[in-house]
């Protein structure tokens, strides 16, 4: 029983987009594709432990969501042409559609990103549809409650249904128009995967992360030439790159001036810094994630965290707060003013940004270590108090917990 539950989570991580991808085809609909495929998976979940894990689980999920999803349009339209429609829709040898994107999981996210969705509604949605996250993780990517983002995800869902906006696969010369909430998407897929923020989760989820690099792979081959996409490819091969040294052996989460840098991936790094450096000859101006990619860099390229060029990262920061300003992008350049100027200014940065970051535990980490810097114990230990009840990643929690328990 034990190994069809481990079979049926398995499949759930590595067939939910596929088996969701391919009711949607058949069907023209995501409502009705999530459906069937969530009634798939609750079948195989009281079936295989008693029947047995099939040959091919992939298979048998398919034609079973593809049964769940005749039945619901079934209850759902009593009308005969409705019928008629479901049953040739369900034809194994029907062909398959010719178009610019031959990747299952790619052309899902793509289908799902329609311009006609705001942009928050289109990651939310493609993140929930795809299967790599939960409501509860994509709310933690956004800093919104859980209910919120369920509402969300339920809004964009009416819209695609009450607007008519068809399943259908985005042409060549629409990708331009959807690139950027892909991007999005599959940069909150690897966070999610490089620092996983659910508690019952490992700490980091390396399926995720060679997910997210294999699609923008693939995207990088169908726009060589979007700065944007080599950006998100640079930047996630100089993270990925420390990925082995940023949890220890006991069990926690290792803070970057603590790596081990000789433990970094060398052929990561080298891939990534030539496609930064790629980009700035571009002549350019930069986005987001060139820039996000260019501070990595930096970091990289230090042989010693005491040699980091902090001058530099802030004056990245500069670039990507003009950009971005929003209060993460903020945070993220306090923490380098610090380096640079001191852990009084960086604080007073931080604590700027109190109103919009109260309840994300990165904030109260970061007020604690530069309370630390600066003596003030009573203080840093209220604020490890905080971001502890709030982290989520199992690894961080026991990191931040230790630096709390050694002050005096």
Request: with cysteine.
């Amino acid at each position: 029983m034990i190994e069809a539950e481990e079979a049926v989570a398995r499949a759930h991580r590595e067939e939910w987009a596929r088996v969701v991808a391919a009711v949607a085809r058949r069907f023209g609909s995501l409502d009705i594709a999530e459906e069937a495929a969530a009634e798939a998976f609750a079948a195989a979940v009281a079936r295989w432990p008693a029947d047995g894990v099939p040959p091919n689980p992939g298979a048998w999920l398919t034609t079973t969501a593809h049964h769940k999803a005749i039945d619901w349009i079934r209850r759902e339209n009593k009308r005969d042409d409705k019928q008629k429609k479901a049953q040739m829709s369900y034809d194994d040898d029907s062909p398959e559609p010719i178009d610019a994107i031959e990747d299952e999981r790619l052309r899902l996210i793509f289908t799902c990103c329609h311009p006609a969705l705001s942009m928050e509604a289109r990651v939310a949605l493609t993140l929930r549809m795809v299967g790599g996250l939960t409501v509860p993780e994509i709310a933690r990517a956004f800093l919104v409650q859980e209910t919120t983002m369920g509402q969300r995800i339920s809004r964009a869902k009416a819209k695609i249904r009450l607007a008519r906006i068809p399943y259908r696969t985005p042409s060549a010369e629409e990708l331009p128009g959807r690139i950027s909430g892909v991007l999005a998407v599959l940069f909150l897929v690897f966070n999610e995967g490089y620092l996983s923020t659910g508690p019952d989760r490992d700490p980091i989820r390396p399926g995720l992360t060679a997910e997210a690099i294999r699609l923008v792979r693939l995207i990088r081959t169908l726009m060589p030439e979007d700065g944007e996409v080599a950006g998100l490819l640079a930047l996630m091969l100089l993270t990925e790159a420390r990925r082995t040294a940023r949890v220890s052996g006991s069990g926690e989460l290792v803070p970057l001036a603590e790596q081990d840098r000789g433990a970094w991936n060398a052929a990561l790094l080298a891939e990534g810094h030539r496609l930064v450096r790629e980009r700035r000859a571009s002549g350019e101006a930069p986005g987001r994630y060139q820039i996000l990619a260019a501070i990595n860099a930096v970091h990289t390229s230090a042989r010693d965290v005491r040699d980091t060029d902090w001058a530099q990262v802030v004056a990245l920061y500069d670039r990507l707060v003009r950009l971005d300003p929003s209060p993460v992008v903020a945070l993220n350049r306090a923490i380098a003013v610090a380096e640079l100027e001191g852990p009084a200014v960086g604080l007073a940065a931080v604590d700027r940004l109190e109103d919009h970051l109260s309840g994300y535990h990165a904030y109260h980490a970061t007020r604690a270590e530069l309370l630390r810097r600066l003596d003030a114990n009573r203080e840093a230990r209220a604020a490890y108090d905080r971001a502890i009840e709030l982290a989520g990643n199992v690894a961080e929690t026991a990191y931040l917990r230790r630096r709390r328990d050694q002050l005096e």
